[in-house]
């Protein structure tokens, strides 16, 4: 019997010899979450499946997600992930409407590496937007942001929702905790509820076109 992602991240626990508290605090997931997730009748979230991926790389990402191969990956896989951050050319980063990100159903383009500079993902960017911060054609660098309360209005960010990937500065609105302010230096300023974020990520460096 094929068994479903819910079994595999258990699979994982097991094989890592650790229980749902002692993975809450290596995942950074509060172990209420967590519990309702694998062990409930919750179902499992993208922030679990990266936070799972980004602290054990062995674990194969197409195992995980799709129940194929084996649980966990090659040497050359890993060492591939630990040493390199996977850049995907055909994803851009706009402030128009795009596909959603999904990195573990996504094939990269190849990989940059930045000893100096620790972003889990590269994308180009698109569009004019954050000029004069960040060119259209600049590559970017980001980290996942695992809560929407870490939000920084200094910083800038992508958010994903289910119709666009966009990088814009963010703050969450001063009287509806439930909406999130997207601002840019070129365009007027715009709200959308958090409940529409999918993933948002921190843009931690940029490689500035010739």
Not at 49 to 70: A, K
Not at 85 to 107: M, N
């Amino acid at each position: 019997m094929e068994r479903t992602m819910k079994e595999r991240v258990l699979s994982v626990f097991k094989a890592k010899k650790i229980n749902v508290n002692r993975a809450s605090k290596l995942l950074g997931i509060p172990q209420r979450t967590l519990n309702r997730q694998v062990n409930e009748d919750g179902k499992v979230g993208m922030e679990l499946v990266y936070s799972l991926l980004s602290t054990f790389p062995d674990v194969s990402p197409s195992w995980l997600v799709l129940g194929q191969g084996e649980m966990f990956q090659d040497v050359d896989a890993i060492e591939a992930f630990n040493d390199a951050s996977p850049y995907y050319s055909d994803l851009p980063v706009t402030a128009g409407l795009k596909d959603t990100f999904d990195p573990l159903r996504e094939k990269p383009t190849g990989y940059i590496s930045m000893p100096n500079w620790a972003a889990q993902f590269y994308f180009p960017v698109s569009g004019t937007s954050m000029e004069p911060e960040i060119h259209s054609g600049d590559i970017v660098g980001v980290n996942r942001v695992e809560s929407l309360r870490e939000v920084d209005p200094d910083k800038i960010y992508m958010i994903v929702t289910n119709e666009s990937r966009m990088i814009k500065r963010c703050h969450t609105d001063e009287n509806d905790d439930s909406i999130m302010w997207c601002v840019s230096p070129n365009y007027p300023a715009f709200k959308i509820k958090k409940n529409d974020i999918c993933a948002m990520f921190h843009v931690v460096n940029r490689i500035e076109r010739l």
